[in-house]
């Protein structure tokens, strides 16, 4: 079983930047598809980037251009670089692994802009 661990969210201006650190359990980034969701209140959870196996990334349109997704090998860390936010970024924010049917899902961590 994976086990992730999200760090890094917190209060932040509009305009301002955020780095989200995702921690895996043992080595995952050759079998896994990993991604970063996020649930604002009342809203579905939805995709904000991925970065597949093969290391082949995508994002939503909402955040192209402003947030980057990578990861560290070596420290099993999928990290998630936010520049720019806006309000409307406001969420939890939750990694996530999935290979075939198992998806694992961290804690998550609360990111809020102000305006």
């Known amino acids: 079983q994976v086990q992730l661990v999200e760090s890094g969210g917190g209060l932040v201006q509009a305009g301002g930047s955020l780095r989200l650190s995702c921690a895996a359990s043992?080595?995952?980034?050759?079998?896994?598809?990993l991604g970063w969701f996020r649930q604002a209140p009342g809203e579905q959870r939805e995709l904000v980037a991925g970065?597949?196996?093969?290391?082949?990334?995508n994002y939503a349109d909402s955040v192209k251009g402003r947030f980057t997704i990578s990861r560290d090998g070596a420290k099993n860390t999928v990290l998630l670089q936010m520049n720019s936010l806006k309000p409307e970024d406001t969420a939890v924010y939750y990694c996530?692994?999935?290979?075939?049917?198992?998806?694992?899902w961290g804690q998550g961590t609360q990111v809020t802009v102000s305006s």
């Open positions: 996530s692994a999935k290979q075939a049917l198992n998806t694992y």
């Open positions: 043992g080595s995952i980034f050759s079998l896994y598809n």
């Open positions: 970065i597949s196996r093969g290391g082949i990334t």
